[in-house]
């Protein structure tokens, strides 16, 4: 009992020493202004560190700004750079042309090395240059204004067919019906795809090249891919090629095709009204019914839907050179690339005679008469064969630093045709016709300024 009394009072002084102490820890107010004081250093420590991540951030910012201006006036001065020499090449192209005494001795590969060498700065070295190319290149580029690097590439595209030959226009119509309506005596607008193999042999009309290249191209994708197989194995071509056609063409002209009716049904269901004119763009195809990413990467590089006044021979891809010559046979084909592209002694089509050469002479495909009357066919379709590019795609970029700045240009050259469109006369005999013929070609043709008609930004 006593025990218990001697501990309840050892409590009680412990409590009031305590209760002492914590008076006297309330009465001091150091240890409160410690603890602001240190709240607040704490918070400026975190305000002076988000004031110093932000500025690091701005500054990042002002400096990739300034990065990409640098590497945006590098791609703008690569692109003037190209345009430069595109004019360069009009003026050599036109001066050679307009004197036969110097087309005869400068042959066209000779003047494409104005436009096709890769520009590129700071100029590289190789690793046997001598010294005086060295110096002379240091110099050059210690004395230029260019700050950053850059690569200006100039590429011939004037290798495929121009999707808007497909545009039907009645202000094309040569002669009027008995019923009041227009006709092309040369293209009537019939509408309907000849799907025979063999019909290219003798139709070389847009349609039915696209039908004829698409067809290829989509079966032998199909051999490959079981998954595209499946997706495209009842693919209606002549529905493609209509809807194109419709989307294009002059309402009033379009509405000759019996097809059109089916085509402006599926254009209601989207709802999408025709743009009735020429594709501006390769991204309108998109728009189109049926045209879709695959088809249309399946086509790209063997149509576009810009301005070529004809498509260069020596570009000439495997699916064209069928078009040309339909009888051609894969080892034929391969025959013909070795020949143009052999890397020791490549061959170089001057004009459609030298590949006439080729097909007549050398792999004796088909006789001249058959070769002759196959290119005025095109001719009469508005498709024509040559030898002197005027589409071109310049690649601009500029790099400076950490930034990248890439211009896409598609260049176009228009051709000034001084020669009219010759016809064969009925008393005419072959090498007549083939005398005025060539007398009416050789005239001189001339390049007019080169015009950028679209420009992409990556």
């Keep these: 009992m006593e025990i218990h009394q001697i ?44 004031f110093t991540f932000e500025s690091k951030i701005s500054r990042i910012k002002a400096t990739n700004v300034m990065d990409r201006s640098q590497a945006r006036l590098l791609a703008e001065s690569g692109l003037q750079l190209a345009m430069t020499r595109l004019k360069l090449y009009k003026e050599a192209f036109n001066k050679v042309e307009s004197d036969p005494g110097i087309k005869s001795q400068v042959p066209p590969q000779l003047l494409n090395q104005l436009w096709e060498v890769p520009f590129i700065f700071p100029i590289p070295l190789g690793a046997g240059a001598s010294q005086t190319v060295k110096d002379t290149v240091t110099k050059f580029t210690n004395d230029s204004l260019l700050e950053g690097s850059m690569r200006v590439t100039v590429s011939n595209i004037s290798n495929r067919m121009n999707l808007n030959l497909l545009r039907f226009d009645t202000s094309k119509a040569k002669s009027q ?7 092309d005596e040369d293209n009537p607008n019939d509408g ?90 390769a991204s309108e195809l998109y728009a189109i019914p049926g045209w879709n990413d695959e088809l249309i990467e399946l086509i790209q590089n063997e149509f576009s839907i810009y301005p070529s006044a004809q498509i260069d021979l020596n570009k000439l891809t495997s699916n064209m050179l069928r078009i040309l010559v339909p009888r051609i046979d894969d080892e034929q084909i391969r025959s013909f690339f ?30 001249e008469t058959t070769f002759n009357d196959r290119i005025e066919k095109f ?21 400076y630093n950490r930034s990248t700045y890439t211009l896409v240009a598609l260049v176009y050259m228009p051709k000034q045709e001084n020669a009219t469109k010759v016809q064969r006369n009925p008393n005419e005999t072959e090498a007549e016709y083939q005398k005025r013929l060539t007398a009416e070609t050789n005239k001189a043709t001339q390049l007019l300024e080169p015009r950028i008609i679209e420009l992409q930004i990556n």
């Design 7 to 50: 501990d309840l009072q050892g409590q009680i002084r412990m409590l009031k020493v305590l209760k002492k102490d914590f008076r006297i820890l309330m009465k001091n107010e150091r240890g409160v202004a410690l603890m602001m004081i240190m709240t607040a250093i704490i918070l400026l420590m975190a305000i002076y560190g988000e």
């Design 177 to 183: 019906g008995p019923d009041g309506s227009y006709e």
């Design 192 to 281: 309907i795809i000849d799907t025979n193999p063999t019909a290219i042999q003798n139709n070389v009309s847009i349609d039915q090249t696209l039908y004829f290249l698409l067809k290829r191209l989509v079966d032998e994708k199909r051999e490959k891919d079981s998954a595209f197989d499946d997706r495209y194995s009842r693919i209606n071509y002549q529905e493609l090629v209509t809807n194109l056609k419709y989307f294009i063409s002059d309402y009033q002209s379009m509405m000759t095709d019996p097809l059109a009716g089916d085509a402006e049904s599926r254009f209601q269901k989207i709802p999408l009204t025709p743009k009735y004119g020429p594709l501006a763009s």
């Design 338 to 367: 070795e020949y143009r592209d052999n890397p020791e002694a490549p061959k170089f089509f001057n004009s459609i005679n030298d590949f006439k050469k080729w097909v007549v002479d050398i792999e004796r495909i088909s006789d």
């Design 379 to 399: 001719t009469k379709a508005g498709i024509s064969f040559g030898t002197n590019p005027n589409l071109f795609k310049v690649i601009s970029e500029g790099l």
